[in-house]
C-alpha cells in the first residue's frame, strides 16, 4: 500500500524554524521526484517545493525561495522541508506528493497533511 | 507563471445531474494539464492527467477534454460523493499552477 506520511507540523512564532518530514512507503522511492503542496485555510492549493530524484534539481515558488530548503533521504526513503523565517502567511497544512520520474504525472498520490500555524 | 482560471467559483447542482467545469490558461499548456477532488478534510486525489487520462481508480462518469488554453471537467452524472471542491493544475511550466478551484455543492 501506497503511504506518505507527513510529520512535524505545530505551532511556531513568527520568525521562528520547523523541519517537516515526508515518509515514502509502498513504492519505489526512486522512481519518483517529490514536491509539497500546501493549501492555507480555507484556501486553494499552492505548490511550494520540487525536489528530483537525484536531488540534481531543487525547485521553490516564490513565496518560499531563500526561506525554505528541501531535500530527499533516498536511503531512508524521506523528503524534507526546513522551514525558516517563517511569516504569519506561511500557516497552512503542507502536503507531500510525488511525481512520476523527474517529469511525468504530477501528484498522483498525496500525504495526509500536517498542519504548521505560525502565531504569537 | 502560467495562470490557471476555473469557472464557475462554485455549481449547485442535484445528485444525477450533469457537471461540467472549465480551466482556461493564461498561454498554452499543451496538454499537461490535471483535474484535482478534494473532499472536506482531506487530501486531494488526482482524477485526470495530461487532458484526458482517467487516474488509477477514478469512474468512469468522469472525463477530461481540451488541449492549449480552454479544458473541461465532465461528471456525466453526479453521485452523492462527488460533492467536493475541483481544481486544475499544469505542469507544462515552472512555477507548477493550480487554478482556484470550483465548488460542487448540492442544490
Known amino acids: 500500500e501506497v503511504q506518505l506520511v507527513e510529520s512535524g507540523g505545530g505551532l511556531v512564532q513568527p520568525g521562528g524554524s520547523l523541519r517537516l518530514t515526508c515518509e515514502a512507503s509502498g513504492f519505489t522511492f526512486t522512481s519518483y521526484s517529490m514536491t509539497w503542496v500546501r493549501q492555507a485555510p480555507g484556501k486553494g492549493l499552492e505548490w511550494i517545493s520540487y525536489?528530483?530524484?537525484?536531488?540534481?534539481?531543487?525547485y521553490y515558488a516564490d513565496s518560499v525561495k531563500g526561506r525554505f530548503t528541501a531535500s530527499r533521504d533516498n536511503a531512508k526513503n524521506s523528503l524534507y522541508l526546513q522551514m525558516n523565517s517563517l511569516r504569519v502567511e506561511d500557516t497552512a497544512i503542507y502536503y507531500c506528493a510525488r511525481r512520476e520520474g523527474d517529469s511525468g504525472v504530477c501528484f498522483d498520490f498525496w500525504g495526509q497533511g500536517i498542519l504548521v500555524t505560525v502565531s504569537s | 507563471e502560467i495562470v490557471l482560471t476555473q469557472s464557475p467559483a462554485t455549481l449547485s447542482l442535484s445528485p444525477g445531474e450533469r457537471a461540467t467545469f472549465s480551466c482556461r490558461a493564461s498561454?498554452?499548456?499543451?496538454?499537461?494539464l490535471a483535474w484535482f477532488q478534494q473532499r472536506p478534510g482531506q487530501a486531494p486525489r488526482l482524477l485526470i492527467y495530461?487532458?484526458?487520462n482517467r487516474a488509477t481508480g477514478i469512474p468512469a462518469r468522469f472525463s477530461g477534454s481540451g488541449s492549449g488554453t480552454d479544458f473541461t471537467l465532465t461528471i456525466s452524472s453526479l453521485e452523492p460523493e462527488d460533492f467536493a471542491v475541483y481544481y486544475c493544475q499544469q505542469r507544462s511550466a515552472w512555477p507548477l499552477t493550480f487554478g482556484g478551484g470550483t465548488k460542487v455543492e448540492i442544490k
Open positions: 495530461d487532458a484526458s
Open positions: 498561454q498554452s499548456v499543451r496538454n499537461y
Open positions: 525536489v528530483s530524484i537525484t536531488s540534481s534539481m531543487i
